[in-house]
């Protein structure tokens, strides 16, 4: 059982910043591959971005390309997301996930985190 802890979600306004966290075990770091993800109301959950633990490689969504970034602090045990230029369409619930290398599913869920964006 890996149990991941979000923080950083928040009310900004359109063109604002946030930096969203992502605590995950420090014995589990290692087999993971990590995952933003977000819902927004009556809309189906997506991904915004994902990291392999190693960092060698990740990806976006193409509404984050340009204006975020995930990152990993080895020292902190955390899986960050930079979100730049926010705009209301990116107000959402975001989920940090996980699953374990070479499974096609995440696994692992937060509990979410909720960003709001003002216009």
């Known amino acids: 059982q890996v149990t991941l802890v979000e923080s950083g979600g928040g009310l900004v306004q359109d063109g604002g910043s946030l930096r969203l966290s992502c605590t995950v075990p420090?014995?589990?770091?290692?087999?993971?591959?990590m995952g933003w993800f977000r819902q927004a109301p009556g809309k189906e959950r997506e991904i915004v971005a994902a990291i392999a633990w190693s960092a060698s490689s990740s990806y976006y969504s193409d509404s984050a390309k340009g204006r975020f970034a995930i990152s990993r602090d080895v020292r902190r045990n955390t899986v960050d997301l930079q979100m730049n230029s926010l705009k209301p369409e990116d107000t959402a619930v975001y989920y940090c996930a996980a699953k374990l290398r070479g499974e096609s599913k995440y696994a692992y869920w937060g509990q979410g985190t909720q960003v709001t964006v003002s216009s």
């Open positions: 420090a014995d589990s770091f290692g087999r993971l591959v």
